[in-house]
């Protein structure tokens, strides 16, 4: 199994709401991550998890809270979120270390 | 801080031509650069990545580093290669691959 799964495909949500995106890869990668993709523009990243850790937050609100169950499994929560969060949101997978990055197709996220 | 930067949003050619993806880079250690494509409707892939010099779908890439570019080329574009091409850099972190990318070039190729 080469691929790395996201769901939901598509998720609306009110601004009061409180939902979760989920991600699971099966290829025994030990570094996880959640990028933000808006309209045109390319990825950008939020979270890096490295062997169930996290390790890189950019700077990402804390509406935002990431969470790493196991080694096959990432999650993001999402609580209180604008209208400007609607984006795709990216999960990707990848042995630790500088080399190729498996994403998953995404999850269509809009904020009402 | 490392940037990356495709000077071309969109880019025409016709079936056949010849066809380079200019990427620009900037930073300060020893670079990981890579191609990813995001063909309609898919999930963004890798196509290259320079330590690999390998040639994927007759694509090439060199990474020069005087110039700090790691430009895309295919001598003869096929009309299956329309879609959005991403310059990306990898840092020497050692967390894991923090992908910084390029706006991305929109390539449609004509028949």
């Known amino acids: 199994d080469t691929e790395v799964t996201q769901t939901p495909k598509h998720l609306v949500m009110g601004m009061t709401n409180k939902k979760s995106l989920k991600c699971e890869q099966h290829?025994?990668?030990?570094?996880m991550y959640w990028y933000k993709q808006k309209a045109k523009k390319p990825p950008e990243l939020m979270f890096v998890?490295?062997?169930?850790?996290?390790?890189i937050n950019e700077s990402v609100p804390s509406r935002f809270s990431p969470e790493c169950p196991n080694s096959s499994l990432l999650n993001l929560h999402l609580h209180a979120l604008q209208p400007e969060d609607s984006a795709l949101y990216l999960c990707?997978?990848?042995?630790?270390?500088?080399?190729?990055?498996?994403f998953g197709q995404g999850t269509r996220l809009t904020v009402v | 801080a490392q940037r990356v930067t495709q000077p071309e949003k969109l880019l025409s050619v016709f079936k056949g031509a010849p066809v380079e993806l200019k990427c620009n880079y900037s930073?300060?250690?020893?670079?990981?650069l890579f191609w990813y494509v995001q063909y309609s409707r898919q999930r963004l892939q890798l196509l290259l990545r320079?330590?690999s010099r390998e040639s994927i779908k007759g694509f090439t890439a060199d990474l020069n580093k005087g110039e700090t570019s790691f430009h895309l080329k295919k001598p003869f574009a096929q009309e299956e290669d329309s879609a959005m091409y991403y310059c990306?850099?990898?840092?020497?972190?050692?967390?894991?691959?923090?992908?910084?990318f390029g706006e991305g070039t929109q390539l449609t190729v004509n028949p």
């Open positions: 990707a997978s990848s042995q630790v270390g500088r080399t190729e990055a498996f």
């Open positions: 290829m025994g990668h030990r570094a």
């Open positions: 998890y490295s062997y169930e850790k996290l390790s």
């Open positions: 930073y300060s250690g020893s670079p990981e």
């Open positions: 320079h330590i």
């Open positions: 990306a850099l990898s840092g020497e972190e050692t967390s894991g691959s923090r992908l910084t």
